[in-house]
């Protein structure tokens, strides 16, 4: 059977795992969910993924996972070079940490704004099946999270050229990810504040993966 994402050009989760399949060099098929027409709530993708959201990846077995970390826990083992979770026991605990930095201070900080702020997602404050109501407070303390993060960020890489271990890991992919999508809310580094963060944007953009 093929593997199948189902996708997003325009949202950042989906880039999340399309990097990931990029980087392992795993082929697949794709198929594009159209989120601002609100595809994800209908019946047919239902079928798909009852939570609604995208990513969302078919095996070659059958089986469908329906969120990043099942997709990342799945590519890992399916194609295990490059590793992309860390090779060594202390690499892979520094690897969960800041990639779980990177989704919860950094990603989840940008949705906060938008998503409790937007007047296109009036209603829709949550990804997901339930409809919940915008509070503007949560935009404001995204924004604090989100700068408080980039700051974080600049300061870990003052001496490392990648986030977390010696190598490339799913921690770059979701801070990268997270850093461009910033921009939805008019937030971009700055070359004062940020001069380390920049530099390690401008490697990874080297990497052919990270177009995408």
Same mark, same amino acid.
């Given at each position: 059977?093929?593997?199948?994402? /189902? ?34 709530? !209908? ?5 798909? *993924? ?11 077995? !059958?089986?469908?996972?329906?969120? *990043? ?36 201070? @950094? ?8 998503? *409790? ?5 009036? @209603? ?7 409809? /919940? ?8 303390? @995204? ?21 977390? @271990? ?25 070359? !004062?504040?940020?001069? *380390? ?16």
């Amino acid at each position: 059977m093929t593997i199948t994402l /189902y996708d997003c050009a325009t949202a950042p989760s989906p880039r999340r795992a399309r990097i990931l399949l990029a980087e392992k060099d795993i082929a697949h098929e794709t198929v594009q969910v159209d989120l601002r027409a609100g595809e994800q709530l !209908g019946q047919a993708f239902r079928a798909i *993924n009852p939570l609604c959201t995208v990513p969302a990846l078919r095996t070659d077995e !059958g089986a469908m996972l329906t969120d *990043n970390a099942a997709i990342i826990a799945w590519a890992e083992a399916f194609r295990p070079d490059p590793p992309l979770l860390g090779t060594t026991p202390l690499d892979k605990a520094e690897v969960a940490s800041w990639h779980w930095r990177a989704e919860f201070e @950094g990603l989840l900080a940008v949705a906060e704004v938008l998503r *409790n702020s937007s007047p296109a997602m009036a @209603g829709r404050a949550l990804p997901g099946p339930v409809d /919940y109501a915008q509070i503007p407070a949560l935009a404001e303390r @995204g924004m604090q999270r989100l700068q408080q993060f980039l700051q974080a960020l600049d300061t870990r890489l003052a001496d490392r050229t990648f986030v977390a @271990g010696e190598r490339f890991s799913v921690a770059d992919i979701t801070a990268a990810v997270a850093v461009d999508f910033a921009r939805i809310v008019k937030v971009k580094p700055d070359a !004062g504040l940020h001069p *380390n963060l920049l530099r390690w944007r401008e490697l990874l953009a080297q990497r052919p993966a990270m177009a995408l």
